[in-house]
């Protein structure tokens, strides 16, 4: 358990210093900027800017919560997976090691979306950051003519969700003392259920929202 806590400390601080290193190099500020000086006048910026600055520390909190809340709802639903599935048992403590480490996957998104915006896309605005999913379903489609509601179901059909589902369908098989396609099986009806079920709901929000 304390070689598993401290794989989600040095995720939190890596997911920390790569959204920072995001923001600077690739100006989030100043784009943010320009797309509230279409909707709001320079005073009502500025106190914006002040406010965000003032509770910018709450960054470096929220992020490690919001992974442990994360890792904790999906190795919860690896749990019922594996007790309905396996007759091996497999406790909590393990599927969050699991899930702690298939997250790292999930780090080079950042690094992707940089090298992209860096080398390749250099005139860029604000919502095609927001948008951008390397390797992505969206980033074929393109955002531009796609329903709002349609644009997080394809952000989702990426390549590093696919590779998620292997690396938790390997560990798993191995814990259950079965095969990587056991595994797979069981990670496709419990963490892919719900999923899905997470999927529409964000739709139906932006449907309704939008």
């Known amino acids: 358990m304390k070689i598993t806590f401290l794989k989600y400390l040095i995720l939190s601080i890596a997911l920390i210093v790569l959204t920072e290193i995001t923001n600077n190099i690739l100006d989030f500020k100043g784009l943010l900027y320009n797309s ?114 349609f644009i997080y179901p394809f952000q989702t059909l990426n390549l590093f969700e696919l590779a998620y589902w292997l690396i938790l369908a390997y560990y798993i098989g191995k814990a259950t003392k079965t095969t990587m396609d056991q595994g797979l099986k069981i990670v496709a009806y419990s963490y892919g259920s719900t999923l899905l079920l997470w999927v529409v709901t964000i739709m139906f929000f932006t449907l309704n929202y939008s």
């Open 36 to 149: 509230l000086a279409e909707k709001l006048t320079n005073k009502q910026i500025q106190h914006f800017f002040e406010f965000q600055d003032k509770w910018q520390w709450l960054r470096f909190v929220f992020i490690p919560i919001i992974l442990l809340i994360k890792t904790s709802l999906i190795a919860s639903t690896l749990y019922i997976g594996t007790f309905f599935f396996s007759k091996v048992p497999v406790t909590f403590k393990q599927l969050w090691g699991f899930v702690v480490k298939a997250e790292f996957v999930f780090l080079l998104v950042p690094v992707f979306k940089i090298a992209w915006f860096y080398f390749f896309q250099t005139n860029y605005k604000l919502e095609d950051i927001q948008y951008f999913y390397p390797l992505s379903a969206l980033n074929i489609v393109g955002y531009k003519d796609l329903e709002p509601w």
